[in-house]
């Protein structure tokens, strides 16, 4: 008899089936994680090379590279010291481990945990500080800004009336050790948690019995840590102090600074605290050798209780019992320093007020000696008359103005004329929707054509304005030799543009019927933008935008190049990431070029006792047009504190953009300014000193609205110069409201007029 034995596997074709599943499914899987790697990478890759070549074509590498080299030296120091101090301490924790047998029902339940761990703990011991430490490079590495002030901040020469410091102390230097004093508590903080947590792993910590919770060593680290995160308790009382200097909060009309309360009751708890803390801190590293935890802890309470009774219920007693029934007497000293610091930080402390004796009907006399100021006087309103230009001078829809025009003023005619300017623009949303493609869109339509000017005191018979240049191509009074508009505040996202000289044109000029084809076409010729000829070049640039017919498109060529980021304001912000620049850049004619003039302010939110604010509150409730968009540092479009505030500003810098080939120029305007000073030795090279600014170009400059609407906002309370006076708030001004806006509550626009 002859018996069969049964596999139990199934026959062997549908085994092989399945191993041949299981091998495809092993290498599939790996391979679509590769890939999506690769696409991951390829992404990033692109978003940091191609910033790389923006800030080429602009002459700004340095401070690409400069901005790089300070982040990663940042995550690297800083994530290093903490993935070292944490590690180091586990593993500290781990070779002093208790050795005593597991006695109480706790260690024998922990033994379980640890066969578990025991495989992954040295896996674990390295990801646990890796993964924390570039958490915490990550986080500083965005500190960049405060670690350049402090390395190259300078002094104010304004020294701030309760601690005898110079500004620049509060500006530079109180930032970076806040910074510091916050890494370090994270670090020691962290690295307790940690080697606490392997110490009750391992025993070296126990809850049950009483009177053996500690091993020698568990008690010695957790000490020692615990002294120096009361060490930094006591670092960071004393910075409070000066803190108190750039606290703000309401008194009155608003309040920065010291008050009474603070001065006597606030500042003297805060140097007690840090006796105790460094008491309390003494102790724990006495416990660390002669254990008494009783005492150690004791110190911990009576420093809790004495934050609570000095540093929160004695000072709230003085305020209720001391300074109210005889506020405006206590208070007088703090509410002169904030009235000198805010005239100070605004530039608003050499304002001359001269009284105007209005009178309604001025007599002729008066007038003959004014008639240069009358003959001035503007009646072209740039917020009113933008619908007449686009009327007149827009010519077809893809073409627009801005909302509200500029004022400039032109030399011609032997004399001085007062000038409301625009650019005539591209404007894609102008087009047809049968016109909307991806060629139109960023190949063809790529830039604006045209200066237009008009006399602001001047109007036709019809009431017209008063052209001196205006029309396509360009005709008037001043000479334009280059009238395309590639950099501007309504271009496209990105523009492809050139080619190999010798091609058909494709981009639109602008429009001409005498044409057989009804326009005038161009190639550009410029040195604006980033070469796109290579199929790499391609590659990147259609992995940033997500768009593959830059890849694919055959109307790219060698020659081509692309333009992307190109507003003005966003141009400075990259090149010049400290400064705000002003909402309202403005078009000017110079040499023959269209230029835009961008104004920018250094500001900081740490300038001692000065009232802060921010660009909505001086424009008003609900932002104006052209007004309240004041960027923060480097947005461009971060250091920008809460709401947007600031306590100083100056306008330091003044930038000038080509709009043919977007050169970036930035010049000193205010040289004294020390926050200017500092970015400048960060960054060598980027902002020219004022003589360097042509004089075509200064001819040109004006005081900016933002910084006008700001000044006008803090002059209208901090005219009044006297202590009683400000508290009682009888004399503060009021900032109009805009007659031209139905919104509630928005102030009226800052405007220019030419007095003798």
């Given at each position: 008899?002859?018996?069969?034995?049964?596999?139990?596997?199934?026959?062997?074709?549908?085994?092989?089936?399945?191993?041949?599943?299981?091998?495809?499914?092993?290498?599939?899987?790996?391979?679509?994680?590769?890939?999506?790697?690769?696409?991951?990478?390829?992404?990033?890759?692109?978003?940091?090379?191609?910033?790389?070549?923006?800030?080429?074509?602009?002459?700004?590498?340095?401070?690409?590279?400069?901005?790089?080299?300070?982040?990663?030296?940042?995550?690297?120091?800083?994530?290093?010291?903490?993935?070292?101090?944490?590690?180091?301490?586990?593993?500290?924790?781990?070779?002093?481990?208790?050795?005593?047998?597991?006695?109480?029902?706790?260690?024998?339940?922990?033994?379980?945990?640890?066969?578990?761990?025991?495989?992954?703990?040295?896996?674990?011991?390295?990801?646990?500080?890796?993964?924390?430490?570039?958490?915490?490079?990550?986080?500083?590495?965005?500190?960049?800004?405060?670690?350049?002030?402090?390395?190259?901040?300078?002094?104010?020469?304004?020294?701030?009336?309760?601690?005898?410091?110079?500004?620049?102390?509060?500006?530079?230097?109180?930032?970076?050790?806040?910074?510091?004093?916050?890494?370090?508590?994270?670090?020691?903080?962290?690295?307790?948690?940690?080697?606490?947590?392997?110490?009750?792993?391992?025993?070296?910590?126990?809850?049950?019995?009483?009177?053996?919770?500690?091993?020698?060593?568990?008690?010695?680290?957790?000490?020692?840590?615990?002294?120096?995160?009361?060490?930094?308790?006591a670092a960071g009382y004393w910075l409070d102090r000066y803190g108190l200097a750039l606290k703000s909060e309401s008194l009155g009309q608003g309040f920065t600074g010291l008050k009474y309360r603070d001065m006597h009751a606030l500042l003297p708890a805060k140097s007690i605290l840090v006796a105790i803390a460094?008491?309390?801190?003494?102790?724990?590293?006495?416990?660390?050798?002669?254990?008494?935890?009783?005492?150690?802890?004791?110190?911990?309470?009576?420093?809790?209780?004495?934050?609570?009774?000095?540093?929160?219920?004695?000072?709230?007693?003085?305020?209720?019992?001391?300074?109210?029934?005889?506020?405006?007497?206590?208070?007088?000293?703090?509410?002169?320093?904030?009235?000198?610091?805010?005239?100070?930080?605004?530039?608003?402390?050499?304002?001359?007020?001269?009284?105007?004796?209005?009178?309604?009907?001025?007599?002729?006399?008066?007038?003959?000696?004014?008639?240069?100021?009358?003959?001035?006087?503007?009646?072209?309103?740039?917020?009113?008359?933008?619908?007449?230009?686009?009327?007149?001078?827009?010519?077809?829809?893809?073409?627009?103005?801005?909302?509200?025009?500029?004022?400039?003023?032109?030399?011609?005619?032997?004399?001085?004329?007062?000038?409301?300017?625009?650019?005539?623009?591209?404007?894609?949303?102008?087009?047809?929707?049968?016109?909307?493609?991806?060629?139109?869109?960023?190949?063809?339509?790529?830039?604006?054509?045209?200066?237009?000017?008009?006399?602001?005191?001047?109007?036709?018979?019809?009431?017209?304005?008063?052209?001196?240049?205006?029309?396509?191509?360009?005709?008037?009074?001043?000479?334009?030799?280059?009238?395309?508009?590639?950099?501007?505040?309504?271009?496209?996202?990105?523009?492809?543009?050139?080619?190999?000289?010798?091609?058909?044109?494709?981009?639109?000029?602008?429009?001409?019927?005498?044409?057989?084809?009804?326009?005038?076409?161009?190639?550009?010729?410029?040195?604006?933008?980033?070469?796109?000829?290579?199929?790499?070049?391609?590659?990147?640039?259609?992995?940033?935008?997500?768009?593959?017919?830059?890849?694919?498109?055959?109307?790219?060529?060698?020659?081509?190049?692309?333009?992307?980021?190109?507003?003005?304001?966003?141009?400075?912000?990259?090149?010049?990431?400290?400064?705000?620049?002003?909402?309202?850049?403005?078009?000017?004619?110079?040499?023959?070029?269209?230029?835009?003039?961008?104004?920018?302010?250094?500001?900081?939110?740490?300038?001692?006792?000065?009232?802060?604010?921010?660009?909505?509150?001086?424009?008003?409730?609900?932002?104006?047009?052209?007004?309240?968009?004041?960027?923060?540092?480097?947005?461009?479009?971060?250091?920008?504190?809460?709401?947007?505030?600031?306590?100083?500003?100056?306008?330091?810098?003044?930038?000038?953009?080509?709009?043919?080939?977007?050169?970036?120029?930035?010049?000193?305007?205010?040289?004294?300014?020390?926050?200017?000073?500092?970015?400048?030795?960060?960054?060598?090279?980027?902002?020219?000193?004022?003589?360097?600014?042509?004089?075509?170009?200064?001819?040109?400059?004006?005081?900016?609205?933002?910084?006008?609407?700001?000044?006008?906002?803090?002059?209208?309370?901090?005219?009044?110069?006297?202590?009683?006076?400000?508290?009682?708030?009888?004399?503060?001004?009021?900032?109009?409201?805009?007659?031209?806006?139905?919104?509630?509550?928005?102030?009226?626009?800052?405007?220019?007029?030419?007095?003798?």
């Open positions: 008899m002859v018996f069969g034995v049964s596999n139990g596997g199934g026959n062997a074709p549908d085994r092989e089936a399945g191993d041949q599943t299981r091998t495809k499914g092993r290498v599939l899987i790996p391979t679509i994680a590769v890939l999506v790697a690769l696409v991951i990478l390829l992404v990033i890759f692109s978003g940091f090379y191609t910033d790389l070549l923006w800030y080429r074509a602009v002459e700004a590498e340095g401070v690409f590279t400069g901005q790089l080299a300070m982040r990663v030296g940042m995550f690297l120091v800083f994530g290093v010291i903490m993935a070292v101090g944490v590690g180091g301490t586990m593993a500290l924790a781990y070779r002093s481990r208790d050795w005593r047998p597991a006695r109480t029902p706790e260690q024998q339940s922990l033994e379980r945990y640890r066969a578990s761990v025991e495989p992954l703990r040295r896996p674990l011991g390295y990801a646990i500080p890796a993964v924390i430490g570039v958490l915490a490079g990550i986080s500083l590495a965005a500190g960049w800004r405060t670690f350049a002030m402090w390395r190259t901040g300078s002094d104010f020469g304004e020294t701030d009336p309760e601690f005898g410091l110079d500004v620049g102390f509060f500006v530079f230097t109180y930032p970076w050790l806040r910074l510091l004093l916050g890494f370090g508590f994270a670090l020691v903080l962290i690295s307790l948690l940690c080697s606490a947590l392997v110490h009750y792993l391992y025993g070296g910590i126990r809850l049950q019995p009483r009177g053996d919770r500690f091993s020698a060593a568990a008690q010695t680290q957790i000490s020692v840590l615990i002294g120096l995160l009361l060490l930094l308790k460094l008491i309390c801190a003494v102790l724990f590293f006495v416990n660390a050798v002669r254990p008494s935890w009783l005492v150690a802890g004791a110190g911990v309470g009576v420093m809790v209780v004495s934050a609570l009774a000095i540093g929160v219920v004695y000072p709230a007693v003085v305020q209720q019992f001391q300074v109210q029934p005889s506020e405006l007497t206590m208070e007088a000293p703090a509410i002169q320093r904030n009235i000198d610091a805010t005239r100070q930080a605004f530039g608003i402390d050499d304002i001359e007020i001269n009284d105007y004796d209005a009178k309604p009907v001025p007599n002729q006399q008066v007038l003959a000696t004014q008639a240069p100021t009358t003959e001035a006087i503007r009646i072209v309103d740039p917020v009113v008359v933008p619908p007449t230009f686009k009327a007149l001078q827009q010519y077809r829809s893809f073409y627009s103005f801005q909302t509200a025009l500029n004022v400039d003023r032109y030399d011609f005619d032997d004399r001085v004329n007062g000038a409301v300017v625009a650019a005539r623009e591209i404007n894609l949303d102008g087009l047809q929707s049968s016109q909307r493609n991806w060629a139109n869109d960023h190949m063809v339509f790529t830039h604006g054509y045209g200066f237009v000017a008009a006399l602001d005191n001047a109007k036709q018979p019809n009431g017209s304005p008063v052209f001196f240049e205006s029309d396509i191509p360009t005709k008037g009074k001043l000479a334009v030799d280059q009238p395309r508009i590639y950099f501007g505040e309504n271009s496209p996202e990105y523009s492809i543009v050139g080619g190999v000289p010798g091609t058909d044109p494709i981009e639109l000029d602008y429009p001409d019927d005498t044409a057989p084809n009804g326009q005038k076409n161009n190639i550009y010729d410029g040195r604006g933008g980033v070469p796109i000829g290579s199929g790499i070049d391609r590659l990147l640039f259609a992995t940033k935008f997500q768009e593959p017919n830059i890849l694919l498109s055959g109307m790219i060529n060698e020659g081509s190049r692309i333009m992307w980021d190109r507003d003005p304001r966003t141009m400075v912000g990259k090149v010049a990431p400290w400064l705000r620049t002003d909402s309202d850049p403005y078009p000017v004619l110079v040499e023959g070029r269209i230029k835009w003039i961008v104004d920018a302010y250094t500001t900081t939110n740490d300038y001692p006792f000065s009232t802060r604010t921010t660009l909505s509150d001086a424009a008003g409730t609900t932002a104006a047009p052209g007004e309240g968009r004041m960027t923060s540092p480097g947005t461009g479009t971060g250091f920008a504190p809460p709401r947007d505030e600031f306590n100083y500003i100056r306008n330091s810098a003044k930038a000038v953009v080509d709009a043919y080939d977007g050169t970036v120029s930035i010049y000193a305007w205010d040289e004294d300014d020390p926050i200017l000073r500092a970015w400048s030795q960060v960054f060598p090279g980027t902002v020219q000193p004022k003589s360097a600014m042509p004089e075509s170009v200064v001819q040109h400059v004006r005081y900016p609205e933002d910084a006008f609407s700001v000044q006008r906002y803090m002059f209208a309370r901090y005219h009044v110069t006297n202590a009683s006076a400000f508290y009682s708030g009888q004399d503060f001004w009021v900032v109009p409201n805009d007659p031209t806006r139905k919104d509630a509550g928005v102030y009226q626009s800052p405007y220019y007029l030419r007095l003798q």
